[in-house]
């Protein structure tokens, strides 16, 4: 069950502005619902990495995982 994906040719990203942080966050399944995963990086104006974090969903439904990524981003703030 393995399907061709295009690969990703060139991938950029500007720099926030100072005293600005920029979050970066994604998060995976496999099946509907299936185990998952979510994760997200903070980077300073200077592209530096300021930390991450990452969390395992065992079992959850796409809209829950959305849900919870959204939760553990917002609740750094």
């Given amino acids: 069950m393995h399907r061709k994906v295009p ?3 060139s991938c950029r990203w500007l720099l926030p502005r100072v ?3 920029k979050l970066y966050f994604d998060g995976s399944a496999l ?3 299936g185990p ?3 994760g997200v990086i903070y ?3 200077d592209g ?3 930390g991450t974090s990452v969390k395992e969903l065992p ?3 796409i809209i829950l995982q ?3 990524l959204y939760s553990m981003v917002f609740k750094k703030r």
């Fill in 7 to 9: 690969s990703i040719k």
């Fill in 19 to 21: 005293d600005e942080i």
């Fill in 31 to 33: 099946g509907n619902p």
């Fill in 36 to 38: 998952a995963g979510i």
């Fill in 43 to 45: 980077r300073s104006n």
């Fill in 48 to 50: 530096a990495v300021l």
């Fill in 59 to 61: 079992m959850p439904l």
């Fill in 66 to 68: 959305r849900f919870q």
